[in-house]
């Protein structure tokens, strides 16, 4: 699965900024993994996590990492999956490590951000590591453009129902008719297989991730911000 976040996890190492060695044998809670499990599969098969705990919205993203860990041939008995959404975590016990991917700027507001900030930290171990991910904050794209292609897609259906139903199968079927029309009424020809390869899967679900998202905080989840967060929850490293 070419999910976009992958290139995040890259350029951390895949191992978030901590040392690959110090997750083996760990307790470790996902919260947020999403139905494809990118941080979820990371640390149960190369960083060796004893047990992951993780949950998301519904109930429907179970069946698909369920399939995806027998795939992979993770046993069921190093993994367990509930159901929740922040502000508020479906478990109690406390984790080595806890890492919150992209999920809070998110929620519906400041307010919840903080108070799910504060639930997750509580549920950090003492000298255990917090991994928080937020959005690029600042900037003509974030502050200006997204805003405004976000409402225009709450608000015209046409280009919602685009949108949503943006694939690489109809993307790919659009770039070859413009291509055929360029050359009919133009004589010129365009980098069709150029054109695909960079309107691909990774580029539609970056789109989908900024588009359909129903808030986006991190303009206002800036560094200082999320520093702040980790302060006034008691931590001393960060």
């Given amino acids: ?39 979820f599969f990371e640390l149960l098969t190369k960083l060796k996590c004893k047990h992951v705990y993780a949950f998301d919205v519904g109930s429907s993203f179970k069946k698909n990492l369920i399939q995806l860990a027998k795939k992979k041939k993770i046993p069921s008995s190093r993994y367990t999956l509930a159901s ?13 490590i806890v890492i919150c991917n992209g999920v809070l700027i998110h929620l519906k507001n400041i307010k919840e951000i903080k108070k799910a900030f504060k639930n997750l930290s509580n549920l950090t171990k003492k000298n255990g590591y917090f991994f928080s991910l937020y959005g690029n904050a600042g900037g003509l794209i974030q502050e200006s453009i997204f ?18 139903n943006l694939n690489e199968k109809n993307i790919s079927s659009y770039i070859t008719e413009f291509s055929k029309k360029i050359k009919k009424y133009y004589g010129e020809k365009i980098q069709e297989k150029y054109l695909k390869k960079m309107f691909d899967e990774v580029f539609i679900q970056f789109l989908h991730n900024y588009i359909q998202a129903p808030t986006w905080w991190s ?8 520093e702040n967060l980790y302060k006034k929850n008691g931590f001393k490293k960060i």
């Fill in 147 to 164: 805003p405004a292609i976000r409402s225009y897609y709450r608000k015209n259906k046409v280009f919602k129902d685009f949108i949503d």
């Fill in 1 to 39: 699965n070419k999910d976009i976040q992958k290139d995040i996890y890259d350029s951390l190492d895949k191992s978030f900024g901590i040392d690959p060695k110090y997750f083996k044998d760990k307790i470790v809670l996902d919260a947020g993994c999403g139905s494809e499990g990118t941080v």
């Fill in 219 to 226: 303009n206002e989840t800036t560094p200082k911000f999320v």
């Fill in 84 to 96: 929740g959404a922040l502000p508020n975590v479906p478990f109690k016990q406390k984790f080595d």
